[in-house]
């Protein structure tokens, strides 16, 4: 048991006791109510949000024109490619969320949807099955490539305990240069000198719904409602929560926990997987060597804020979307580079965190 | 002789329990002073005081006659305290130096590290330690790493030297040339503090000895006119004689562990070859002093640790000893493990949650594809009802809400509704009030006359007297001696130091 009260850093420069010295002390907190939390988490995010208003005015683009911008993101035109981004961030948030539950640190999350897509690619490609269910098989097929390559990272863990943050990132780099290797290679459209599959016929790619609605977000909503309940009102989010809550109890009251951390890693890189399957099948309707760039980073950030909630992932989902599609705006109009939209996420990702920090601690001066 | 260390009347409590009350203690330079007591009984919370650690809530701390008041360990230094604490504050992969040098602080690293050197080399050639300044911490020995921790708080011009449990994880040779090496110090004007619980270290070596129980100081007395005896009944309080109880009608074995090993996390052997068996209706109290591998013969009992060899052997059960946690194991035996929040409850889960949680598995509430929380809630209400746990305003709340004692209540409450037939708890009283500790005291003697197998392993040697039927010491991993109800206090608190 330490007492953090005699441990302030004044202390340890302060050696001759001066009686009108501050010190900060630093209690840990036992509870905290939930709406509290909710306010040190808008608080957070309301300053990282302005620190990104700032950068932002710094490039070039004034507050006003900022608002504008988000403002003309609400158009028809621009909703429907917001719901179309949505989709797969959703999922990727979704694949994030799941494995953060139970406190593994799934960074795979690119690599898993680049075999996602491979997968779905490989059933088009190869002709598998009738055209009627090709479109069904390639979703399946892609979320057992994402299960697979997130599995290897999970094997790797249990067996041999690396480190997952490691192995999942770096398995990223082995799926690029494996996607490299099929597109330069034979996979690549004959016809065109990019590196980039053939394109897949109209049966099988994810189609308009009308209304704005494509119906790649209709897979990531049913993945959100099956991972809701999941989480919510079965025994396995039950043994989840435990897992999460207290692993060595979880242990002693005979939570089979290698099983479930097994069956919640491939259900995180399936979702993955089935986030790559709708980008190749409906943003870019081919195997291209780019679909999956920069989804690590989003998914992290989705879940993050979603507090790791299903639900909350499809709201948070949407929003990065709409940032997306702004990125994309501003990108076109005032010459903003894209990776401005990732230094947001960024930013949003560390203010987050540090109100972690505020949720847990409290920060006293006392003389 | 003068006082140079001397605290008056301190007080700290931590969360509601009081460790510290009224506790005096003082030192003069040119002695070394015991100060000895009981597990728990407050010694080394005293001594954190006057190291600076602990910000006492109440008391006085006197150095050389001057009251003062510390803002930190590091100003406690300044005014020459060193304390060598239990386990030790090095930087394992750090050379000695570099470890000298980060405790003494100067900023320069290079010329710091020269001067260091020398320090180390004068200050080990005048204790008798061999002690190289460039080897790495974690190439010593665990003696060598406490040779450099009191190299390193004389270094820093330590004029009053804290010692806590120094023995305890030396052999006795080590032990022996360790007490004399540091009663050479006190002759040369340090004044030293032993902490331990050892009566003949306090015999052999100290010039006086402070007793302390229940986080009060009973009585300083010269050790070399007061025996053994005397400083025993001193240390354990008041022998009361028990009263006698009915024995339950002989039964078969119902727990057996056969030769039991186990090894800790840094390779050393926990339990040796532990080796004790527990009948139906009895309750077998396990005590010693901590750290005695009592925490690894819980954790192994409860499913949490994987012994090394050996056997535990379970009525109905079979072999356990390596066998995964299965809904078999934890409907027969229950567990109360001491660290309530490390195996047994989860403070962010609800009540319900940490109710239902062993009988999940067996599908009481429901499938894998569909959770019952009705029948969760309404049998955590129910049992919250029959246990009386108190300060719960919903089965929804969380269970870090709930007082230590209506947490180990909580935890009773859905261990004993699976009808075990064997118990483990461990220390289940510590942090309890009076009457909550009271409370679990009675539901494991009604465990014991159900006929349930009981074991008790606490440091508590009060508990363990008042409640056990048999009474096993453990030492260094092993049970050492075994003693049948009515035992004996003095031959009992013996049996835990003499083989220590």
């Keep these: 048991m330490h007492d953090v009260s005699a441990l302030s850093p004044e202390s340890r420069t302060n050696v001759k006791p001066n009686p009108t010295h501050f010190r900060l002390v630093l209690d840990v907190r036992q509870s905290l109510p939930a709406w509290k939390q909710a306010l040190f988490l808008a608080g957070s995010l309301a300053v990282g949000l302005a620190i990104s208003v700032a950068i932002l005015a710094v490039a070039g683009i004034s507050p006003i024109q900022l608002g504008s911008e988000l403002i003309g993101v609400f158009n028809a035109d621009s909703l429907r490619a917001v ?165 060595s109890m979880a242990k002693v009251v005979g939570v089979p926990i290698q099983t479930v951390t097994l069956w919640i890693v491939a259900i995180s890189g399936a979702c993955a997987g089935i986030a790559g399957f709708v980008n190749v099948a409906s943003q870019e309707g081919r195997l291209t060597q780019s679909f999956a760039n920069g989804y690590v980073f989003s998914g992290v950030l989705i879940a993050f804020l979603s507090r790791n909630d299903p639900i909350a992932v499809a709201v948070v989902g949407f929003l990065i979307a709409v940032l997306f599609i702004t990125g994309q705006t501003l990108q076109v109009f005032y010459q903003i580079p894209f990776t401005m939209v990732q230094l947001i996420e960024a930013i949003i990702v560390m203010s987050v965190a540090s109100s972690e920090f505020f949720v847990r601690h409290r920060v006293r001066w006392i003389r | 002789m003068t006082t140079s260390l001397a605290l008056k009347g301190i007080r700290k409590s931590f969360d509601g329990v009081v460790v510290l009350d009224d506790a005096e203690f003082s030192g003069n330079a040119g002695e070394v002073h015991a100060l000895l007591g009981e597990n728990g009984a407050g010694k080394s919370s005293l001594m954190n005081v006057a190291a600076g650690l602990y910000a006492p809530e109440a008391g006085q701390i ?134 331990t619980h050892k009566l003949n270290e306090v015999k052999r070596y100290a010039d006086s000895v402070t007793i302390m129980r229940r986080g009060k100081t009973v009585a300083t007395l010269d050790p070399s006119t007061t025996t053994a005896a005397e400083l025993t009944q001193l240390t354990v309080g008041e022998t009361q004689t028990l009263p006698a109880r009915a024995q339950n009608a002989n039964t078969g074995t119902r727990l057996n562990v056969g030769a039991l090993s186990c090894a800790r996390a840094d390779g050393s052997m926990a339990l040796q070859e532990a080796t004790f068996f527990v009948r139906a209706g009895e309750i077998y109290g396990i005590a010693g002093v901590s750290g005695n591998g009592q925490a690894e013969l819980a954790e192994a009992l409860m499913g949490a640790r994987e012994p090394a060899t050996g056997e535990i052997w379970v009525e109905n059960l079979g072999d356990i000893t390596h066998a995964p946690v299965s809904n078999a194991r934890i409907a027969s035996i229950a567990a109360i493990p001491a660290d309530r929040y490390s195996f047994a409850l989860a403070g962010g889960l609800s009540l319900s949650d940490n109710f239902a949680v062993t009988e999940i598995g067996s599908g009481r509430y429901g499938s894998l594809a569909h959770l019952d929380r009705g029948t969760m809630q309404r049998d955590t209400a129910s049992a919250i009802v029959e246990y009386d746990v108190q300060g719960t305003r919903s089965v929804k709340q969380k269970a870090a809400l709930l007082s230590g004692g209506n947490a180990q209540k909580l935890v009773i409450a859905r261990e004993f509704s699976r009808n075990p037939s064997v118990v483990v708890a461990h220390s289940p009283s510590r942090g309890l009030d009076a009457r909550a500790c009271n409370a679990v005291h009675q539901r494991l003697l009604a465990a014991r006359d159900r006929g349930i197998a009981v074991v008790l392993i606490s440091e508590d040697l009060d508990e363990v007297l008042s409640l056990s039927d048999r009474i096993g010491v453990m030492t260094r991993g092993r049970i050492v001696a075994e003693f049948e109800r009515p035992a004996d206090r003095q031959a009992i608190g013996r049996a835990m130091v003499d083989h220590a």
């Design chain 1, 83 to 247: 719901l179309v981004q949505a989709a797969p961030l959703m999922l990727v948030g979704l694949g994030a969320s799941i494995a953060f539950r139970i406190g593994f640190w799934n960074l795979g999350l690119e690599g898993q949807m680049l075999f996602g897509g491979i997968f779905a690619a490989a059933v088009s490609i190869y002709q598998i099955g009738p055209p009627e269910t090709r479109l069904l098989l390639m979703g399946v097929a892609s979320a057992i490539g994402g299960a697979l390559w997130c599995l290897l990272a999970g094997f790797l863990k249990i067996n041999f305990r690396v480190n997952e943050i490691i192995a999942t990132l770096l398995l990223n780099y082995v799926a690029v240069y494996f996607l490299f290797h099929l597109l330069y290679g034979a996979w690549q459209d004959a016809r065109s000198a990019f590196p980039q599959s053939t394109p897949f016929k109209p049966f099988e790619r994810l189609s308009d719904l009308g209304f704005g609605i494509n119906s790649g977000l209709l897979v990531s909503v049913a993945a959100i409602t099956a991972a809701a309940w999941l989480v919510h009102f079965s025994r396995v989010g039950f043994y989840m929560r435990v897992i999460s809550a207290n692993r």
């Design chain 2, 62 to 195: 006197v150095i050389d006659g001057e009251p003062i008041a510390l803002s930190g360990p590091s100003e406690a230094r300044a005014r020459g305290i060193g304390m060598v604490h239990q386990h030790f504050k090095l930087v394992m992969p750090f050379t000695v130096a570099e470890n000298i040098l980060l405790a003494n602080g100067s900023s320069a690293y290079r010329s710091g590290i020269k001067e260091i050197r020398a320090a180390i080399k004068k200050q080990s050639a005048e204790l008798g330690f061999a002690i190289d300044p460039d080897r790495r911490v974690n190439t010593l020995t665990v003696a060598q790493q406490q040779q450099v921790e009191i190299v390193k708080v004389l270094v820093g011009g330590a004029k009053i030297l804290i010692l806590d449990e120094p023995t305890a994880v030396l052999t006795d040779a080590e032990a022996e040339q360790l007490l004399e090496t540091v009663g050479r110090l006190a002759r040369a004007g340090t004044a030293v503090v032993l902490i």
